[in-house]
């Protein structure tokens, strides 16, 4: 009903015939009954992750947009069985051409992210026998895009010790974050090495003045990324002085003003309700800007490198602390990470008991910066 051409009609026909085969071979060997179609079982398969319970919201919002845009270039109607290698290849090299907010392509890491979305749904379209064993097109690619390894953004003592100082001094603004929330939050990043979720879930109960720690635990406001990341980290005198002072004015209500009792030790509050921080690209930003670099420059992930490298740096009993102390202090298994990439070598070395960033210890060096940030034109006011 196609055409009226003659040869056209039989090259569609043979064409729908060998479809029918395939499928009638297909519930042969396999058993299989049910079409799969690329957005209908997309949605099933980020339901059936939910339930299980394994990854975050976060990760499941990611997903859906990589698969999202898999729907996009395929088809939503797309039979899975219909996805052939050619197609994904076409769809990396559309990836590539994607614009992201910032004017920017995707990278090379990201392209993979989202093949490795895909390729998980073809996992569970084995499982549910929807596609034959070992249909993945994903997998069965030779050559995919990697991410480039370069050395992570890390800030060396002096310059942490700045980032810190242009935290304490920022000037508040009542519409965002008050200064006296933003210092003991970057000092927390800096000297406990914690995760972004890790951080902004830590619960008044998780510091313990007594003991001397910070412990980082699973709870209702966010998971841990592995097994090895529930840890207790040293309570740092430097950060004992910051949140004391913090929870004396923020018990007083000077820092939380009239909001609820809350439990989280950083909260936020939406319509009276309790919440766990979620934006921070802002404050690093404002921070940031603040001591002399560019926004976008220093993220949390940043600070978490930072503490590792000066971590290294300490003396456990006056001898240099083990790798295996830091990388469980970071959350990990084994030293492999802090080795390859967490651990960095600069050009202070700054061997002490403790991690600290003073900008006293670094007046010289920071003497200029630090006036430029203060604008009094003397570094002493920041000291």
Known sequence: MATKD?????????????????????????GRRQRATLAAFAAHHLIQKKRAGKVTDGWLELAENFLG?????FGSERDLETIRVSDVRGWCASLAQVKTRGGRTLSA?????HLNALSNLFLRAQEEEVVPPGWNPVAAMMEKPTAQRLEAR?????????????????????????????????????LTGGR??????????????????VTFRPNTWRRLKTRTSARVVPLWPQLREILDAYLNARSAGIVLHEA??????????????????????????RVAVRGGWQAGDIRSRALRHTYCSTRLQTLDAGAPVSQFTVAREMGHGGDSLVRRIYGHLGDVRHRAEVVEYRVEQHA?????????????GSASAGL
Do not use: C, N
């Not at 890491?109 to 992210?113: A, I, K, L, M, N």
């Not at 972004?196 to 720690?213: I, P």
């Open 69 to 73: 845009r898999a729907a996009a270039f």
């Open 196 to 213: 972004r979720a890790e951080v902004l879930g830590l619960e008044l109960e998780d510091v313990s003045f007594g003991r001397g720690t």
């Open 6 to 30: 003659p040869d056209v009609a039989q090259s569609l026909a043979t064409a729908r015939l060998r479809e029918l085969e395939e499928a009638r071979r297909s519930f042969g060997l396999h």
């Open 260 to 285: 609820p009792a809350s439990r989280l030790l950083f909260p936020s509050f939406r319509v009276g309700t309790e919440h766990r921080l979620m934006e921070l690209r802002k404050i690093f930003d």
């Open 154 to 190: 890390w800030l060396e003592v002096p310059d942490a010790a700045l980032f810190l100082e242009a935290a304490r001094t920022l000037p508040t603004r009542r519409s965002q974050l008050g200064a006296s929330l933003v210092y003991p939050l970057i000092a927390t990043y800096l």
């Open 364 to 376: 010289a060096a920071l003497s200029d910066r630090l006036a430029a940030m203060l604008g009094d």
């Open 109 to 113: 890491g990201t392209v993979r992210h």
